[in-house]
C-alpha cells in the first residue's frame, strides 16, 4: 500500500504532538497549518456567519489540543478533526436554536441578508439562493449534504464519522437533494 503525503504529514503532526514540550507546540502549529482553512470551510457552511465559524473554530482547537492524546488512530486524523468540528458546530447551533428562525414564506430571509452583507461572502446571487436553501435543511441533513457536496466525503467515511448508517446518509442526502432543488427552483423546501 502506497504512503501518500498526507498519511506522512499526519504521522509527522502526531509524532510531535506525542514528543511533548515545544515539539507538541511545533506539531500543533502544523496541524493549525495544514487543517484550519479546511475546517473552517466545514464549520462555515454549518454555521453561516464568518465570525460565527471563527469563534466555533477556536473552540474546535481548543479541544483538539486539550483531547489530541486520546486521538487512537484508528480513523485518520483529518476524520477526527472534522468530527470535532462538526459537533462544536452542532453545538452552537444547538444554543442558538432559542432565536427565531427564517420563513421560506418571506422574500428577504434575515439568513438571506446575513450572507450578503458579509464580507467574507462572495458568493453570486446563484451562490447565496443555494447556501439559504442549505441553510433552511434540517440539520441533518444540511449536514450530510455538505459534507457529500462540498468536501466530497464518501459515505463509509461521513458513516463513521457520524455513527450512521451509509443507507441512512444516502437518503439524507437524497432528501436533501431534493429539497435543494425545489427551493431554487422557487418550490416550497417542505
Not at 458568493?123 to 441533513?141: F, M, T, V, W
Amino acid at each position: 500500500m502506497k504512503t501518500s503525503n498526507s498519511d506522512i504529514a499526519e504521522e509527522r503532526i502526531l509524532a510531535l504532538l506525542r514528543d511533548g514540550g515545544n515539539n507538541a507546540e511545533r506539531g500543533f502549529r502544523l496541524l493549525m497549518g495544514q487543517y484550519q482553512e479546511r475546517l473552517y470551510w466545514q464549520v462555515r457552511r454549518l454555521v453561516s456567519g464568518h465570525e460565527d465559524a471563527n469563534d466555533v473554530l477556536q473552540n474546535c482547537f481548543i479541544k483538539i489540543w486539550r483531547s489530541i492524546h486520546t486521538f487512537e488512530g484508528k480513523s485518520k486524523l483529518y476524520t477526527w478533526l472534522y468530527r470535532i468540528a462538526t459537533n462544536e458546530a452542532i453545538t452552537f447551533l444547538n444554543k442558538k436554536k432559542q432565536l427565531p428562525t427564517a420563513s421560506l414564506d418571506e422574500g428577504e430571509s434575515p439568513l438571506s441578508n446575513r450572507l450578503r452583507a458579509d464580507r467574507h461572502f462572495d458568493g453570486d446571487e446563484a451562490q447565496a439562493h443555494l447556501q439559504e436553501a442549505i441553510a433552511l435543511l434540517p440539520e441533518k441533513q444540511r449536514l450530510v449534504f455538505n459534507l457529500r457536496y462540498f468536501d466530497e466525503m464518501n459515505y463509509a467515511d461521513m458513516s463513521e464519522m457520524l455513527g450512521t448508517s451509509e443507507g441512512a446518509l444516502k437518503a439524507s442526502f437524497h432528501h436533501a437533494v431534493k429539497k435543494i432543488e425545489g427551493y431554487v427552483n422557487g418550490a416550497d423546501l417542505y
